[in-house]
């Protein structure tokens, strides 16, 4: 039996579930990319799709139709205040989600390989925190403000992504399937759901690497807005991946329990 466990304080100050939490701090990113996009294309069409890259030593502008990411949300007003806010709203949250996670993952024994899981929790946990700082920064951080410091942001942040899936996705299955114990049916649920977001953002990072160094070096119309579209997948990929915490934690709630008594009883054991 998992040591994991949820305790229900009576009384409370404070009581909120964490699927509650979870979903707020995914909804939010959501929303703000769609407006910034959205915004961007609809205020901003000529600004915002418009490109250089480097053809025959010329200064080439070509075709596009979209926006990139870093163009919606750093270039202009209100895109990028709607969502800077955002991202102090849910940067919070998500630095306790990834300490729950290390609970979550450090909650089952697994005999002798126990000590090297819990180091390889502990590495998720740093690395969803490192993910959260780099997205932070290459949000405030604009690529008109500070080129070199919102690319070396943005580099750190899609080698955490991807590490921090991997490693989540490997964790998951190997610890909760440790010692002959059978995943649940949410467990599997969440986990599937993982390796599907998993190996899409993958993908799709490297077919947007692909079309970046096609549009530098080459200037083809559109190829910028391909790159664009493969952000957006990957961006959503990213927070649909970490939405799977209001399944790993459906019964589980953060609790601020009431000073002046002393009571409390164990309710829920996951």
């Known amino acids: 039996m998992s040591n994991y466990e949820l305790l229900q304080v009576k009384p409370v100050l404070f009581n909120i579930t964490v699927p509650f939490v979870a979903g707020v701090v995914s ?3 959501a929303f703000a990319a769609i407006f910034a996009v959205g915004w961007s294309v609809l205020f901003n069409f000529e600004a915002s799709t418009r490109s250089q890259c480097q053809l025959q030593g010329d200064n080439t502008s070509p075709y596009n139709f979209l926006p990139s990411v870093s163009a919606a949300i750093g270039d202009f007003a209100p ?9 102090a709203l849910v940067s919070g949250p998500r630095f306790i989600i990834a300490v729950l996670y290390y609970g979550y993952h450090t909650s089952i024994n697994t005999g002798r390989y126990y000590e090297i899981y819990k180091t390889l929790a502990a590495t998720c946990t740093l690395l969803f925190s490192i993910e959260i700082c780099s997205l932070v920064g290459l949000s405030y951080v604009s690529s008109s403000d500070n080129f070199d410091i919102h690319k070396l942001c943005f580099c750190i942040f899609m080698f955490c992504v991807e590490c921090y899936m991997v490693l989540t996705c490997y964790l998951m299955h190997k610890v909760r399937t440790s010692n002959g114990r ?24 490297i077919l947007a690497l692909y079309f970046y160094y096609s549009h530098t070096y080459y200037c083809g119309d559109r190829t910028y807005s391909y790159f664009a579209v493969c952000e957006y997948i990957v961006i959503f990929s990213n927070i649909g991946f970490h939405s799977t915490a209001m399944l790993d934690f459906k019964s589980m709630a953060l609790v601020v329990p009431d000073p002046t008594t002393h009571h409390q009883s164990q309710d829920y054991i996951l």
């Not at 995943?183 to 190996?199: A, G, M, N, P, R």
């Open 27 to 29: 909804i939010l990113p």
């Open 79 to 87: 895109q990028k205040y709607v969502w800077r806010i955002c991202m």
């Open 182 to 205: 059978k995943l649940t049916s949410i467990e599997k649920q969440s986990l599937d759901y993982k390796k599907k977001l998993c190996v899409v953002n993958i993908g799709t990072f």
